[in-house]
């Protein structure tokens, strides 16, 4: 990875904002601060998107208290923004990570509600709209993404009525009964109502928020079209209600976008060489098993990694399946260490991995292969490789871009993937051997039913899953995403400039 400051600061007509830059600085043990890529599917997907287009990508670096000058790297103009030590407690681990993200994924963990952490991220997200207005050319065009910045809509529409604005959600929207309990619930669907386009990953979530709009705002909604006023929103002003005869209005779109992978990056990798013999490498390394199944998780609580431990534990505890054929390699991926919820999380997740190599384990064989670390991409692909049975039994996820990796990546057609229905991807992987995770029983039986599937099943299945992978790749979402921005901005353009145009007649014929 090359960087390089950026002396003189241009104008984009193209900008990204998302809370991480798709590189994040870290400091190392020797001192010495490097850059690795950022976690997470959301960086993973967007950096192709941003390597063919001249665009500046606005975002935070990664480390507290970072204050970096815009730079180049990788075909990509990265204008940082920075956080404070208290910031990141406040806005990230803290709003977004503790409050938001627990209330956005059913409440698996009960979020917590602080104002102080509130008041962060308004800040935080002023400071991203501020930066991004900087940095946006006149008429430009700006793509906001996920969680952590949903009143930048609002926010950057009030300081650049000149923009066309993308907001597009990558994790669930909550039903109306969890959402409600956020007390700034008001607030954030204002924030995302100062989009032109929001885009969500599935229709439910669309749905999800089509609902909180009517029943926080009473603003009318129809199909993906929904009537905001064009009112005095200031604050103390109360506007509610639909939009009266003869008011002016603006129309906003919300509706799913399924978010995907640069397949052919997978799919090319997969049929390297070197991937290939590294992947019989892992399989040998591994003592030649029968089956491996595989988990690729950030460790969180929303991928269910508890729910398939229990399984896995309770098939060794009943022999049905047999330690000595069978290994479960889990990449758990560090993640977010610093919030309670997360490490609680981890300690468990090991206990159980221990208690279950314990009892299992044979000298020279593991029943579990388990590694809290990240992997460079290519190592990831030769693992999807060399996994017979791919686990993806998340208990709520956006859309789960490991499950559409790994399909990707079975040039083969071989392969089955265990795919969790509150995981999104299984709107389109409806081939997969799709489970409920809360279902114990049901997931042993799925797994069960994976390791065992003849070989003809399981070329059926893979190819119409990699044919739907293909289809739908990342670039397909990027520009289906902008299609609707870039139309849904030229019909209300040429629809203002006749409404002005009328006026001036009426004027006109007035004196
Ligand atoms: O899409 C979910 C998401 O939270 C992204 O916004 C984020 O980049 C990724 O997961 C990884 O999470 P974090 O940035 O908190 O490490």
Do not use: C
């Amino acid at each position: 990875m090359t960087t390089r400051p950026d002396a003189e600061e241009r104008f984009y007509d193209f900008v990204v904002v998302s809370n991480r830059l798709p590189v994040d600085s870290v400091v190392g043990g020797d001192g010495r601060q490097r850059w690795t890529q950022s976690p997470g599917g959301l960086v993973a997907a967007l950096e192709p998107v941003m390597q063919s287009r001249d665009g500046a990508w606005v975002g935070w670096p990664g480390q507290a208290d970072l204050d970096l000058e815009p730079f180049d790297t990788d075909g990509m103009h990265l204008v940082p923004v920075p956080l404070s030590a208290l910031e990141v407690e406040h806005y990230y681990e803290g709003f977004s990570n503790d409050t938001l993200w627990p209330l956005y994924h059913d409440v698996i963990a009960a979020p917590s509600f602080h104002r102080e952490w509130w008041d962060t991220y308004r800040l935080v997200n002023t400071r991203f709209a501020d930066r991004t207005a900087e940095v946006a050319a006149q008429g430009g065009l700006v793509w906001v993404q996920d969680y952590q910045l949903q009143l930048v809509p609002k926010l950057l529409r009030e300081l650049r009525p000149d923009l066309t604005i993308g907001f597009f959600d990558h994790i669930p929207f909550p039903p109306y009964g969890l959402f409600s309990q956020l007390p700034w619930r008001t607030q954030v669907v204002e924030g995302l109502l100062g989009a032109d386009v929001v885009g969500f990953q599935r229709d439910a979530d669309a749905g999800n928020f089509q609902q909180a709009v009517r029943r926080l705002k009473g603003y009318a909604t129809k199909g993906s079209h929904i009537e905001v006023p064009l009112v005095d929103t200031s604050p103390g002003v109360r506007v509610y209600g639909p939009i009266k005869r003869g008011q002016a209005s603006r129309t906003v779109i919300a509706k799913k976008f399924p978010i995907s992978i640069d397949a052919a990056f997978y799919r090319e990798a997969a049929a390297r060489p070197d991937i290939r013999a590294r992947a019989r490498q892992i399989r040998g390394d591994l003592g030649n098993p029968k089956t491996i199944m595989l988990g690729v998780d950030r460790l969180d609580y929303t991928k269910g990694i508890r729910h398939r431990l229990e399984a896995y534990g309770e098939l060794l505890a009943e022999g049905r399946v047999n330690p000595e054929e069978v290994i479960l390699v889990q990449v758990a991926s560090p993640s977010r260490e610093r919030v309670l919820s997360y490490m609680q999380l981890r300690d468990e997740i090991e206990l159980t991995v221990g208690r279950i190599n314990g009892d299992y384990s044979e000298i020279g064989h593991q029943a579990i292969s388990y590694h809290h670390q990240n992997y460079p991409r290519d190592e990831m692909v030769a693992l999807y490789l060399a996994a017979d049975v791919m686990l993806v039994t998340a208990l709520r996820d956006g859309m789960n871009l490991v499950a559409k990796e790994y399909v990707a990546s079975r040039f083969d057609s071989d392969g089955v993937l265990v795919l969790s229905e509150f995981a999104g991807a299984s709107d389109e992987l409806t081939r997969a051997v799709l489970v409920n995770p809360h279902d114990i029983d049901g997931l042993k039986d799925a797994i069960m039913a994976a390791i065992e599937l003849p070989a003809r099943e399981r070329e059926s299945r893979m190819r119409y899953l990699r044919k739907r992978v293909f289809e739908n790749d990342v670039e397909k979402w990027s520009s289906g995403f902008l299609h609707v921005l870039v139309h849904h901005h030229a019909i209300v353009a040429s629809a203002s400039a006749s409404a002005s145009a009328g006026a001036g007649a009426d004027s006109s014929s007035e004196a």
